[in-house]
């Protein structure tokens, strides 16, 4: 089989198995991954912020042969989540939620899918090894994406397809095989600048710049609602992740929404909760709720601190019994957060502006 027949069956079948974004990259000979250098860059900037791991990964996910001496191509895949509008402003959770985060967890999703394409790729004889990751490896993953064809990285930092914009996740399979590579997209932003001027944080620094330190998603996730307290009242309605840079890019317009995976756009039982039920949430109802669910990361505490701050930003007056309850939780935390929440609403009812700049930002 030619290096293009290999490439050209590789993503047949990636496309079979339910990865409509994929492309082929191959690794230099130097082993040096694309972005390498930027990334350094930033790491030297400190703008990992708390994302420490980032820092002690470093020499894998700049030179990827290191670990996996015998890759030669990089076989780079996505998938497309539902990002259509769900819910109520300050009433129902799912509208305080990035829509990544709504559907099943995707990691048990592209888990199950990758090891059977991984299987098939050596099967069909179109490498000998094949190696795959999804967020389980240290890999500059847009990066990959971006030689590999699937799209370019936004000023917002993000992959996105020229067509169907960045609502999208993403996995790549390491291969031992050299397969044909594909032709990296253009960068389309050209002269716009939308997401740095809609980031509420001023997280964007510049242009594919950010500084993780003030991005919302990083304390509302990654650190499991543990933010420092003057970025509070700056998470706006947003729970858990933060959509508003992607929200306001034009190639994510309504429009152009792709038709979503099936598989992570399928409903979830937590998905008719209100924001109230996810304050006064007990160990019990968590477990029912999130099972295999992408919020389980985000532990029990965690959402119920989200929902506490979403509700003192976005004044939901049906919360107001769920925070007074609060006051008397065992966590120190969450009394902390309930306190801060009803006193942020109550003087937020007298000022003479009815939202905050999150809020406008989030079209909230
Ligand atoms: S995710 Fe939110 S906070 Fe982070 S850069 Fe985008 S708009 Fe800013
Ligand atoms: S909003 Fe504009 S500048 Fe930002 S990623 Fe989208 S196209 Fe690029």
Request: charged share 20%; net charge positive; glycine share 8%.
């Amino acid at each position: 089989m030619t290096e293009s027949a290999q490439s050209r069956l590789a993503k047949h079948l990636a496309a079979q198995h339910g990865f409509t974004l994929n492309g082929v990259a191959l690794l230099p000979p130097d082993g040096i991954a694309p972005r390498a250098a930027s990334y350094s860059e930033w790491l030297s900037r400190g703008f990992n912020g708390p994302l420490e791991y980032m820092r002690r990964t470093r020499e894998t996910r700049m030179r990827l042969q290191g670990r996996f001496p015998w890759a030669r191509s990089v076989l780079a895949l996505g998938a497309f989540y539902d990002a259509a509008p769900r819910g109520q402003p300050g009433h129902d959770l799912i509208a305080h939620v990035a829509r990544y985060a709504r559907g099943r967890d995707y990691h048990l999703v592209f888990q199950r899918r990758l090891k059977k394409l991984a299987r098939a790729l050596v099967d069909q004889g179109i490498a000998g090894r094949a190696h795959w990751l999804a967020d389980t490896g240290p890999v500059l993953e847009r990066a990959w994406g971006e030689a590999a064809g699937l799209g370019w990285t936004g000023k917002n930092t993000c992959l996105i397809h020229p067509r169907f914009g960045s609502f999208c996740l993403l996995a790549e399979i390491l291969l031992d095989a050299a397969l044909a590579p594909d032709t990296p997209a253009g960068n389309r932003c050209g002269t716009c600048r939308r997401c740095l001027d809609a980031c509420p944080t001023h997280a964007l620094v510049a242009p594919g710049i950010l500084d993780a330190n003030r991005c919302l998603a990083t304390w509302n996730i990654e650190r499991r609602g543990d933010a420092p307290e003057q970025l509070w009242a700056a998470q706006g309605g947003c729970a858990v992740g933060c959509d508003i840079c992607q929200l306001a890019c034009p190639f994510n317009a309504p429009r152009r929404l792709p038709v979503p995976d099936p598989e992570l756009a399928a409903p979830r039982p937590w998905h008719a909760m209100t924001l109230a039920a996810c304050i006064a949430m007990t160990p019990a109802a968590f477990n029912r709720a999130f099972a295999a669910s992408a919020l389980r990361r985000a532990g029990l505490k965690g959402l119920r601190l989200a929902a506490i701050t979403v509700a003192g930003n976005t004044r939901a007056g049906e919360c107001r019994a769920a925070l007074e309850q609060c006051r008397t939780d065992t966590d120190y935390d969450i009394r902390r957060r309930a306190e801060w929440a009803l006193q942020h609403d109550h003087s937020a009812r007298r000022r003479t502006s009815a939202s905050t700049s999150a809020d406008n930002a989030a079209g909230l």
